[in-house]
């Protein structure tokens, strides 16, 4: 597999960035402004979030032709994942005294790495 271009690096942190806005500010949202719990104040960000970055991670990102649903069967897989050790992340770090949205970045932070691999290779292929 080839190195990816620097167009798409940049294509893939804006998604990234515009995606962890998303679902940063609904977990503050819903946690802080509205009283809701940790896990379900994640869940809503995340879920929110991931269904704009599907999207666009498949058109403009990787420029996917392949049929939708395989991409979608694939991304569905890798999300239940990415949502497990999101919470797993934001949970044991909060229940250790770190700040909500230190540990809601610090799970973006270490799951979007291993996602750019793992879209490129095996989701947007």
């Known amino acids: 597999m080839k ?3 620097v167009r798409t690096l ?3 942190l804006f998604v990234g960035g515009l995606s962890y806005i998303i679902d940063l500010g609904l977990f503050l949202l819903l946690g802080r402004g509205l009283g809701w719990g940790v896990v379900p104040a994640a869940t809503v960000g995340y879920w929110t979030s991931v269904m704009v970055n599907f999207c666009l991670n498949r058109s403009v990102v990787f420029s996917s032709t392949h049929r939708l649903r395989r991409g979608a069967v694939r991304y569905g897989l890798l999300l239940l994942a990415n949502y497990l050790a999101t919470l797993g992340i934001v949970t ?3 229940s250790l005294g770190t700040a909500d949205a ?3 970045t610090t799970a973006v932070a270490v799951i979007a790495v291993w996602n750019f691999f793992l879209y490129r290779a095996w989701v947007f292929r």
């Open 92 to 94: 044991g770090l909060v």
């Open 102 to 104: 230190l540990a809601k």
């Open 3 to 5: 190195r990816p271009s």
């Open 10 to 12: 940049l294509a893939y």
